[in-house]
Nanobody, 121 residues
Framework: QVQLVESGGGLVQPGGSLRLSCVASGSIFSINAMGWYRQAPGKQRELVAAITSGGSTTYADSVKGRFTISRDNAKNTVFLQMNSLKPEDTAVYYC???????????????WGQGTQVTVSS
């Protein structure tokens, strides 16, 4: 069984910073891409940032220059450093990973439970 567990969400004032973490645990052979998505009330879930196992990154235009994604492959962990936060960044943030549980299996996609980020004064 594989679990993705996020942490680091909370309430922050506009202009502030938060750092999200997501640890993948359980029976894991290898992890390909890891990423962060978010879903605001009444909106569709959207990609925020993603990172490959080699370190290549992708960002949504709305967060470029403010958010930084990174990962620690040895610890199966992905981070999202969020700076200069805006009220429109308020959402539930979900961790996502493409991984293999065993070498003989195909790559499958997994989601975390989500962590709330609220940007408000």
């Amino acid at each position: 069984q594989v679990q993705l567990v996020e942490s680091g969400g909370g309430l922050v004032q506009p202009g502030g910073s938060l750092r999200l973490s997501c640890v993948a645990s359980g029976s894991i052979f290898s992890i390909n891409a890891m990423g962060w998505y978010r879903q605001a009330p009444g909106k569709q879930r959207e990609l925020v940032a993603a990172i490959t196992s080699g370190g290549s990154t992708t960002y949504a235009d709305s967060v470029k220059g403010r958010f930084t994604i990174s990962r620690d492959n040895a610890k199966n962990t992905v981070f999202l450093q969020m700076n200069s936060l805006k009220p429109e960044d308020t959402a539930v943030y979900y961790c996502n990973a493409d991984l293999k549980r065993h070498y003989w299996e195909v790559v499958r996609n997994y989601w975390g439970q989500g962590t709330q980020v609220t940007v408000s004064s």
